[in-house]
C-alpha cells in the first residue's frame, strides 16, 4: 500500500541558483511514471510549472495541489496520472 503522507519524490529547489530551476523540477517531474507525486519546495509560488504542464499535458494528466502556500516557502504536491 503506497504511504499517503509523503510524495514518491521530493525536489527542495530553494538553493538553487534560479535559473537552473525550473528544467531541473520539470526534469524531476517528467521521470516520475503514472501514478507517482513529485513534492516540490520553493521560495517562490510555483505557478510557472502548473502553467507549463497544463499547456503541454493538459489538465486531466497531473493534480497539482498546494501543501504550503509561502510566504518563504511554497510546497507542492504534484501528482502524474
Same mark, same amino acid.
Given at each position: 500500500?503506497?504511504? @499517503? =503522507? /509523503?510524495?514518491? @519524490?521530493?525536489?527542495? !529547489?530553494?538553493? !538553487? =541558483?534560479?535559473? %537552473?530551476? %525550473?528544467?531541473m523540477i520539470m526534469g524531476a517531474y517528467h521521470a516520475l511514471d503514472a501514478g507517482e507525486e513529485l513534492d516540490l519546495l520553493v521560495d517562490h509560488d510555483p505557478t510557472c510549472m502548473y502553467y507549463t504542464l497544463k499547456a503541454e499535458?493538459?489538465? =486531466?494528466? %497531473?493534480d497539482f495541489r498546494y501543501l504550503e502556500k509561502g510566504?518563504? /516557502?511554497?510546497h507542492v504536491r504534484v501528482s502524474k496520472r
Open positions: 500500500m503506497k504511504n @499517503t =503522507e /509523503t510524495a514518491d @519524490t521530493r525536489l527542495d !529547489v530553494r538553493d !538553487v =541558483e534560479p535559473r %537552473f530551476r %525550473f528544467e499535458h493538459g489538465d =486531466e494528466s %497531473f510566504p518563504e /516557502t511554497w
